[in-house]
């Protein structure tokens, strides 16, 4: 299935009008230097979107189809490139092995690069285990205290690393179920040493220019203890790997009402901020569309990732993805919806008068602090972002296209009802 690009043009022609209009009400708020500032930031923005995210997620209780899902990784790759045509904001891939293991590398490379996709994080899976696999990932991977099991996990990732260099890539994302589900289970110190002896191992298989993105979770598969449940363990995890290594944040790994932006802060300071998964939640990992429960949160977030672009040399550029699940939602409208409050929040963060907030910080002003960030919180940034998709040729109103274009309609009679793509 193809979108042609005079479809989406005809359709921003008849935005055009009332979007010029809006634009010129928040122009007359804002200078045009901030505002051309903004819209070029928001073009150069760019998320991945996750192999395996794209077909139905479900829970482990069902899981409902809605036809027209990707049956393979170059299905997959199509699927982001109808997201990143819409969008312009969907540059990027991330793969997760064994999900999504290319049969041919130079094919799916071509096919993505035709797409204008290239190939963000990948990332390994030693949660579950895979056919053929000595070991079972039962009692733990990279943690396990059998040796063999380790060392099993150890060369998958060196493996993904191999086949992530093929492909471009220059990451690799490590997220580790490994825990107890009861107490006395396992040895909280051994757990620990054998983790961060293995992901040394790994580490010194990682190519000059790549880093290892460690990401945490407080429980889930495991439901006592996970052993690396926090941003803490993580840090120290990469400190002890070296200057390669750096934390990943996802925004449902955390206990309800931590402090997400506060973590982004300290990791910024430190130059070990890497990778950050986007999805929203309202108890736990819930994988929800990103910005559906807690848009102020995602905002807050936001409004330290920009403090840090703008004043930590020390972090290194991050590696940004969607990381939600679709259990009713066509996933590629999901996906939009993401896209599109990932920006709205990144637009809002970069209004954020700084100087004026440092001020207002210095004076003690506590109401006034509050006033400027929700100022810009406020404001309704969407011809902004309207603008930026102008400019780069995606649509104006990436729902609305994708839908008035019948894309899951053309998808289904392509691919049928029944496929079943890999994934969660
Ligand atoms: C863990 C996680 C991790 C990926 C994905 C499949 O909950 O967020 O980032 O491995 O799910
Ligand atoms: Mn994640
Ligand atoms: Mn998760």
């Not at 679709?326 to 590629?332: A, S």
């Not at 100022?375 to 839908?403: F, I, W």
Request: charged letters at 20%; hydrophobic letters at 40%; proline letters at 4%.
């Amino acid at each position: 299935m193809k979108i042609d690009q005079q479809q989406i043009a005809d359709l921003n022609q008849k935005h055009s009008d009332l979007h010029k209009r809006q634009l010129e009400n928040l122009m007359a708020v804002f200078s045009g230097s901030l505002t051309e500032k903004v819209i070029n930031k928001l073009i150069d923005f760019q998320v991945a979107l996750p192999s395996w995210a794209l077909g139905a997620g479900g829970t482990r209780f069902g899981r409902f189809s809605y036809g027209g899902e990707p049956g393979s990784l170059e299905q997959k790759i199509e699927d982001i490139g109808l997201v990143h045509q819409l969008t312009k904001t969907a540059g990027a891939v991330s793969l997760h092995i064994p999900w999504d293991i290319p049969e041919d590398i130079h094919a799916v490379k071509q096919l993505a690069n035709s797409l204008g996709i290239v190939f963000d994080a990948m990332n390994s899976n030693t949660f579950q285990d895979q056919e053929g696999a000595g070991k079972s990932y039962r009692h733990g991977s990279l943690s396990s205290v059998d040796k063999a099991a380790r060392e099993q996990a150890i060369a998958h990732n060196i493996e993904v690393i191999r086949i992530g260099e093929q492909l471009g890539s220059k990451s690799l994302t490590v997220w580790l179920a490994d825990g107890a589900n009861f107490p006395g289970q396992y040895n909280f110190q051994t757990v620990l040493q054998h983790t961060e002896d293995s992901l040394k191992a790994i580490y010194g298989h990682l190519p000059e220019d790549w880093k290892l993105l460690i990401e945490y979770k407080p429980y889930e598969p495991n439901f006592y203890s996970t052993v690396i449940q926090d941003w803490g363990t993580s840090f120290m995890l990469a400190n002890a790997c070296g200057e390669k290594a750096f934390t990943l944040v996802d925004l449902g790994h955390h206990l309800p009402n931590t402090n997400i932006e506060q973590i982004v802060a300290t990791l910024m300071m430190k130059g070990k901020l890497g990778g950050f998964h986007f999805n929203d939640s309202k108890y736990g990992d819930d994988d929800l569309t990103v910005g559906a429960i807690k848009p102020y949160t995602l905002f807050l977030i936001f409004n330290e990732l920009v403090y840090g672009m703008e004043n930590n040399p020390q972090n290194p550029p991050l590696a940004w993805m969607i990381d939600a699940s679709h259990n009713i939602k066509d996933p590629l409208e999901d996906l939009i919806q993401s896209l599109d409050a990932i920006l709205v929040a990144y637009a809002q963060a970069l209004l954020v008068d700084r100087e004026a907030l440092r001020e207002a910080q210095q004076t003690r002003d506590v109401a006034g602090c509050q006033e400027i960030l929700q100022e810009a919180y406020r404001t309704d940034v969407r011809p902004l972002l309207k603008e930026a998709r102008m400019r780069s040729g995606a649509a104006v109103h990436p729902l609305e296209a994708y839908r008035s274009l019948q894309v899951r309609k053309q998808l289904i009679e392509e691919r049928g009802m029944k496929v079943r793509a890999t994934g969660l």
